[in-house]
């Protein structure tokens, strides 16, 4: 082998091998991030900024479980779980049915992930009345809801939803809305039977308590 091609060779390896080095200790670029997805998805639209947000009668969904937030996903998407009509007449969950076939299972997992390592949101200046809070309280307890959401409603079995401090309007339409069949899926029909219990009026209170819950509290 000549000196020139000694020296050719030589140069090639030495531009070659740092170049497969960075390669192989690289990150793969495929990740899901669940951040991104919430905002490039739309579930920001309706969720609001970082899942904190809700409009109209949709969840806060930032700090619940992950394999809670996972399964609502999957089933609305499935249609397993439907909800009432909207003003327009449209059901609530058909709007996020539409957009859940353009995210596929790995995407779902991730934003779920992100959403459960969010703190809770502060309470937005719901107001409360002290002794329908105080109703509330009793019915909730009296309903035996703390037997699945914990007291509270902030410290739910595994795959439950803590719904202390979760908007009034949608804690009263689910109560509501599983009490009268219109919401079957998961462990909805678990709590028909305490769902049952209560009349609207008494779905409106337990409501007013839990959404003074402050859950963002240390």
């Known amino acids: 082998m000549t000196a020139p091609l000694r020296t050719a060779l030589l140069a090639a390896s030495l531009l070659i091998v740092p170049g497969m080095a960075l390669a192989q200790s690289a990150p793969p670029t495929g990740a899901a991030d669940g951040k991104k997805l919430f905002m490039g998805k739309t579930c920001i639209a309706c969720h609001g900024r970082d899942g904190s947000k809700a409009i109209q009668m949709y969840p806060n969904v930032a700090g619940l479980d992950a394999a809670y937030t996972l399964r609502q996903m999957d089933e609305i998407a499935s249609g397993d779980r439907l909800s009432g009509n909207d003003a327009r ?88 809305e599983i009490r009268d069949g219109i919401r079957k899926n998961g462990m909805a029909e678990s709590m028909v039977p305490f769902a049952q219990k209560l009349n609207d009026e008494q779905a409106e209170l337990v409501a007013d308590y839990l959404a003074q819950v402050d859950r963002s509290a240390k």
Not at 114 to 134: H, M
Not at 143 to 154: F, L
């Open 89 to 176: 007449g449209y059901p609530r969950t058909q709007g996020m049915k539409d957009v859940m076939h353009l995210v596929s299972a790995e995407e779902r997992k991730a934003i779920a992930d992100w959403l459960s390592s969010l703190p809770p949101p502060k309470l937005a200046g719901q107001p409360a009345d002290a002794e329908r809070v105080a109703k509330g309280k009793a019915l909730y307890e009296e309903s035996e809801c703390v037997a699945c959401h914990g007291p509270d409603g902030k410290e739910p079995q595994a795959e439950m939803p803590a719904v202390g401090g979760q908007k009034r309007e949608y804690i009263a339409l689910q109560i509501k």
